[in-house]
């Protein structure tokens, strides 16, 4: 099982990425896909889930700035995020859960900095 993210990086305050994890090795439409956060020294936390259904589930901290959606026929999952703010820097991770199933990507830096 391989799960790839992609799309981090450095981008002012105010500004939009958007992370993309490609899945392999899994059935991707049977999965609950979400992306977790942790920053140096803090726990790691939920951002966003998305359920095989399409139904979603959002931290507070980013309910109306930031977007997940899921692909199925690419077994991708993206997290479009806008209105970056310091307090979002993190590094990111993919998940993807299927009953006992669970597993991790190996991360993305993503920096909202002047």
């Known amino acids: 099982v391989q799960l790839v993210e992609s799309g981090g990086g450095l981008v002012q305050p105010g500004g939009s990425l958007r992370l993309s994890c490609a899945a392999s090795g899994i059935i991707f439409r049977l999965y609950t896909m979400g992306w977790y956060r942790q920053a140096p020294g803090q726990q790691r936390e939920l951002v966003a889930t998305?359920?095989?259904?399409?139904?979603?589930n959002y931290a507070d901290s980013v309910k109306g700035r930031f977007t997940i959606s899921r692909d199925d026929a690419k077994n991708t999952v993206y997290l479009q995020m806008d209105g970056l703010k310091p307090e979002d820097t993190a590094v990111y991770y993919c998940?993807?859960?299927?009953?006992?199933?669970?597993?991790w990507g190996q991360g993305t830096q993503v920096t909202a900095r002047s």
């Open positions: 998305i359920a095989s259904t399409g139904e979603t």
């Open positions: 998940n993807a859960n299927f009953r006992l199933l669970n597993y």
